[in-house]
């Protein structure tokens, strides 16, 4: 049987990339998905989208919002 420090031994003999991705795949088998909210998101994205395409809203350059945190 595998025990953590093993796993955390070699994990910690790899190179950065692969660091990175073994980082990646453990942060998202801790997400589980919750399709209400990704719903809630997706609508959200279309009606930002809706209200851009109809004029309602503009949008805002990258520099300009960077400006606040400035």
Same mark, same amino acid.
């Given at each position: 049987?595998?025990?953590? =420090?093993?796993v /955390?031994?070699? %994990?910690?003999? +790899?190179?950065? %990339?692969? *660091?990175?991705? /073994? &980082? $990646?795949? /453990?942060? =998202? =088998? +801790? $997400?589980?998905? $919750?399709?209400e &909210?990704?719903? +809630? ?5 279309e009606?930002? &989208? $809706? %209200? ?5 809203i *503009?949008?805002? =350059? /990258?520099?300009?919002?960077?400006? *606040?945190?400035e």
């Amino acid at each position: 049987m595998t025990t953590p =420090s093993k796993v /955390l031994k070699e %994990a910690l003999a +790899l190179r950065p %990339a692969q *660091k990175a991705e /073994l &980082i $990646d795949r /453990l942060l =998202s =088998s +801790l $997400d589980e998905p $919750d399709k209400e &909210i990704d719903e +809630l998101w997706a609508r959200e994205a279309e009606g930002r &989208i $809706d %209200a851009y395409e109809g004029g309602e809203i *503009k949008a805002v =350059s /990258l520099e300009k919002v960077l400006e *606040k945190y400035e």
